[in-house]
């Protein structure tokens, strides 16, 4: 009985939590920071499919709403049908023309789900980046990410007033 006492002794193995990179301190100038997976990491060491964009990526490209993400997302359209606001990525989305639907595409804002269509089409202020998860993301998003996620995290709340005007001037001559 010794010797199966001990060798059970010795199979045991101590339970070590594994080490977490530190996505922040070790990310190059330039890297976008995502929380996809509900933890920091840098965009390219994500193993999900996704597009995401910082905040001069979106000045630069001028999406200050969702209509515009369409246009620089790939994989993702939206728009209205029947006076129904509709987000689709990979083809998947709203099927239903009722007004209390949900999509198959998640959307949160600061973490919080917004399951209304009418209030996923707000204008987008005070952006830090939007993050695009393209695929079936239920594991991490819930019912509501059959399609995809889309992420959008706005900048931390500042001491000083503050506030933002953008004007934008073209020739269409």
Do not use: H, W
Not at 1 to 30: C, I, K, N, W, Y
Not at 50 to 74: C, G, H, I, R, Y
């Amino acid at each position: 009985m010794a010797p199966l006492a001990f060798s059970v002794a010795m199979t045991s193995a101590q339970a070590q939590e594994a080490d977490r990179p530190e996505a922040a301190s070790t990310a190059v100038s330039g890297d976008i920071i995502v929380t996809a997976q509900r933890r920091e990491q840098t965009a390219l060491d994500t193993p999900l499919s996704l597009t995401a964009l910082n905040e001069e990526m979106l000045q630069d490209k001028q999406v200050s709403n969702l209509s515009d993400l369409q246009f620089v997302a790939p994989g993702i359209r939206s728009g209205q049908t029947n006076g129904v606001n509709r987000i689709f990525i990979r083809g998947i989305g709203l099927q239903s023309f009722a007004s209390g639907a949900d999509s198959s595409v998640a959307f949160y804002v600061d973490g919080v789900f917004v399951g209304r269509p009418s209030q996923q089409f707000s204008s987008f202020f005070d952006v830090q980046r939007v993050e695009v998860l393209r695929g079936p993301q239920g594991a991490l998003y819930g019912r509501n990410a059959t399609g995809g996620a889309i992420n959008l995290i706005s900048n931390d709340p500042e001491r000083d007033l503050g506030g933002n005007v953008n004007i934008t001037v073209g020739n269409y001559g």
